[in-house]
């Protein structure tokens, strides 16, 4: 079965068929980068990744683009508030942003265009918008684009434009996202926009780009006329993206995008997330809080991207437990005891269940949830496997490769064993811990070897006692 996804326009699951045959040309809305990212946007952007590392894992060659917006309201206002100009303002929250994302086992994309290095192009798209009778300059020194040129505004949201109020404007970035009038492409420059660097010349004056322009400018510029995907949160669907589809495909006469994927929101503890409420978290802030970066990963691609998911300390606690299972999995496969002479197993058969299944769900939507549940199943058909006789090298070679090929997608081992490197000054501290212990269990002084088991396990360094042999291991 191809890949099927469920796109916002059309309100329906479909076939995804791309522009050319084996390519995949996709956009992501990114983050404005005036602050650090918290969960909700994660849950996005690790669902983006998904989507990177599945079209990449099925044979798609993809170029991927993820902006990073540098001016806007927000961006204006935070570096008003610091007293910076909004490139100082932008620059360290861009540079985080991007460590977050690697810490996270997101995989980069081709390009992460910045709105303010494409000023000229936005000039440029406002210019043939008024030559194509979609904008108009006003006399306040702004453009704004006429809905009434475009017949099919509101398509995406499925909202009825007929009604509104011709001419009425909306002049900010920040605005009622139920209010569908004439929007700003190029607004004239205040004195708090020349204060921090955030005004350009143009053909109507000093001023800065309006934010809905500047995603048709990155994506089409980047990417070409039409879109393969384009990728957001549910709260741009309006007007964000609507705005976007009047903008380019009134300037191109072309489709602007061929499927539209929109992820839902994150609530926190069961309550939508918000700073009144004091549960906006940040994803900087787990993770110097020393939370498990593979932990924080599973949570976010557990739920399907168009189902709710409820972030709690006590799911991210299970998911680092699902995680430290996937790796003990992996650890066990690599250290198994085989035998040439064994009879054939269950195993290969298992490992092509997995491959055909996983893809199954994964094609189905980019059902993560279901993916998960799969890659789960397979780890507990095959430990049952494992408890009996032994097996061929070549049989658990095939269940092993079977779990890195899948986790080629999901991206939890990876991001898991960078979190649990260990440097040797560790292991030596814990080899020596060990020969204490070993000691104080010979003298049956059973006190000081559990003492130094919970001094190792204040560590994250877990102990596994076997045959004459003590193994240990580093967990999240």
Request: hydrophobic content about 45%; aromatic content about 8%; overall charge negative.
């Amino acid at each position: 079965m191809p890949l099927e996804v469920y796109d916002t326009a059309s309100r329906a699951l479909r076939a995804f068929v791309p522009l050319e045959e084996g390519r995949a040309r996709v956009y992501a809305c990114g983050p404005t980068i005036y602050d650090h990212a918290h969960i909700g946007n994660f849950r996005a952007f690790l669902f983006f990744d998904l989507v990177h590392r599945h079209l990449e894992w099925s044979g798609y060659e993809v170029r991927f683009v993820m902006n990073l917006t540098d001016v806007d309201d927000k961006v204006i206002d935070a570096a008003l508030e610091a007293g910076k100009q909004i490139a100082e303002q932008t620059k360290p929250f861009g540079e985080r942003f991007l460590a977050d994302c690697a810490t996270l086992g997101v995989r980069p994309v081709d390009v992460y265009p910045r709105a303010t290095d494409y000023i000229d192009r936005m000039v440029a798209f406002i210019e043939r918008l008024v030559r194509r009778g979609h904008a108009y300059a006003a006399d306040d020194g702004a453009v704004y684009y006429s809905i009434a040129s475009f017949p099919s505004y509101g398509r995406l949201k499925g909202i009825d434009t007929s009604t509104l109020k011709a001419g009425a404007r909306v002049e900010h970035d920040e605005y009622d996202k139920e209010d569908a009038r004439d929007f700003a492409l190029w607004k004239a420059a205040t004195e708090d926009d020349e204060a921090v660097g955030a005004a350009w010349e143009s053909p109507w004056g000093r001023g800065r780009p309006g934010w809905h322009l500047e995603c048709s400018v990155m994506s089409t510029t980047e990417l070409g006329d039409t879109l393969d995907m384009h990728l957001g949160g549910e709260d741009l669907v309006f007007p964000h993206h609507e705005n976007e589809i009047a903008q380019s495909e009134g300037a191109t006469g072309k489709p602007f995008v061929r499927n539209w994927l929109h992820v839902k929101h994150l609530f926190v503890e069961g309550r939508k997330m918000s700073k009144s409420l004091g549960n906006f978290i940040r994803v900087r802030e787990l993770l110097d809080e020393g939370h498990d970066p593979a932990a924080i990963r599973h949570l976010l691609i557990s739920s399907h991207y168009r189902g709710d998911l409820n972030f709690t300390k006590s799911g991210l606690e299970a998911s680092g437990r699902a995680v430290q299972r996937l790796l003990d999995f992996e650890a066990r496969l690599e250290a198994l005891g085989t035998d040439p002479d064994a009879p054939p197993s269950v195993l290969p058969r298992l490992a092509k269940e997995l491959a055909v299944d996983f893809r199954a769900a994964m094609d189905h939507d980019f059902n993560s949830a279901d993916a998960l549940a799969v890659l789960f199943m397979f780890v507990s058909a095959v430990n049952a496997v494992l408890d009996g006789p032994a097996v061929t090298a070549s049989d658990r070679d095939a269940a092993l490769e079977a779990l890195r090929a899948v986790d080629e997608v999901l991206g939890l081992l990876d991001v898991a064993r960078a979190s649990r490197t260990v440097d040797d000054e560790l292991a030596e501290w814990v080899a020596q811990k060990i020969e204490e212990r070993a000691a104080a269990r010979s003298a049956k002084d059973f006190a000081t070897a559990d003492a130094i088991r919970d001094e190792l396990a204040a560590r994250s360094v877990v102990l596994e006692d076997g045959a004459g042999v003590t193994r240990w291991k580093v967990v999240g």
